[in-house]
């Protein structure tokens, strides 16, 4: 249990095009999901907290203009990267915390979607 | 500021025998610390955690230590494998929600 899907695993774009990333939780319903972004060799870092029915919280220095988040459904959380640049490029990493036990916190990432623009 | 470091940033180790990653972090307020393990183009796996309550907690072939005097947090793994190769990664869980801050992560070299 507790998996966490993304969709698509690649993408190569042009810059200045639109992408949209998926992150569905497939077993389990998560009011809360987390949007990830690394750099290679480097660790993860939160760019926003997606919230269903209800507005992202975004990170210091996020646009959130940027970075469209969309948390539709208690199983999908979209992510969009809008007007693409190459320094977009990075691996995007969803989470979810299913609904447990109290005070079980624990996150289940994504497998990940791997961006470039060129 | 508040942050999660590791004192190495890469480990190799025999395999069989034992490794330890090491982790600090600052926040004297965060009551719980998970491990997680990150394969070349993957997400990070969980591993263990452990709750500010407790000085220790074993999984199957995994031990976390928590000294909460000095902020330090270690992951131990027995009988090394190969398949232990990869990038892993403390963090911290901030009490006040369910945002996670992640260390800068230590990689594992097996060497067979």
């Known amino acids: 249990g507790a998996v966490v899907s993304q969709h698509p695993s690649w993408v190569i774009c042009k810059s200045g095009t639109s992408v949209k990333i998926e992150c569905r939780s497939l077993d389990f319903q998560a009011t809360t999901m987390f949007w990830y972004r690394q750099f290679p060799k480097q660790s993860l870092m939160l760019m926003a907290t997606?919230?269903?029915?209800?507005?992202?919280?975004?990170e210091q220095g996020v646009e959130k203009d940027k970075f469209l988040i969309n948390h539709a459904s208690l199983t999908l959380s979209t992510l969009t990267v809008t007007s693409a640049h190459p320094e977009d490029s990075s691996f995007y990493i969803c989470?979810?915390?299913?609904?447990?036990?109290?005070?079980?916190?624990?996150?289940?990432f994504g497998p990940g979607t791997r961006l470039l623009v060129l | 500021g508040e942050s999660v470091g590791l004192h190495l940033p890469t480990l190799s180790v025999q395999e069989g025998d034992n490794s330890i990653i090491n982790c600090a972090y600052s926040?004297?307020?965060?009551?719980?610390f998970i491990w997680y393990k990150q394969e070349s183009g993957k997400g990070p796996q969980f591993i263990i955690d452990?709750?500010?309550?407790?000085d220790k907690r074993q999984g199957q072939r995994v031990t976390v230590l928590l000294n909460k005097t000095v902020k330090h947090l270690s992951l131990q793994i027995a009988a090394t494998q190969p398949g232990d190769s990869a990038v892993y990664f403390c963090?911290?869980?901030?009490?006040?929600?369910?945002?996670?801050?992640f260390g800068a992560g230590t990689r594992l070299f097996v060497k067979a």
């Open positions: 926040n004297s307020a965060s009551d719980y």
């Open positions: 989470s979810a915390s299913p609904p447990g036990l109290a005070g079980d916190e624990t996150q289940y």
């Open positions: 452990i709750r500010s309550n407790m």
């Open positions: 997606s919230n269903e029915g209800s507005k992202a919280t975004y």
């Open positions: 963090a911290e869980l901030n009490t006040g929600g369910f945002k996670t801050i």
